[in-house]
């Protein structure tokens, strides 16, 4: 498979996905959303199962991040986005 047909596929893919959420989510009554990985270290730091440089190290393993939005009460994953940390 050409590397063209899979850029071609993935921007197919992001418009389509535009679509539905400009459509499906618009009218969402959301009480509260949670960062997952950002939560998951948070957590895990606040009740002492890592310490400040385990939770620092865990933070930089990798130049790039993914944050995801969720509704904790239906599971509703409202967005993920992937990209370079800004600190």
């Not at 993914?66 to 599971?75: E, G, L, R």
Request: hydrophobic share 45%.
């Amino acid at each position: 498979m050409a590397p063209n047909t899979v850029l071609h596929w993935l921007v197919e893919a992001a418009e389509q996905l535009r679509a539905f959420s400009a459509y499906f989510l618009c009218a969402l009554h959301l009480e509260q959303l949670q960062l997952d990985e950002l939560y998951a270290v948070l957590r895990a730091f606040k009740t002492g199962e890592i310490n400040e440089d385990q939770a620092m190290k865990r933070l930089e393993r990798s130049p790039y991040w993914v944050w995801t939005a969720m509704d904790p009460t239906s599971k509703l994953l409202v967005g993920v986005d992937v990209g370079c940390r800004t600190w």
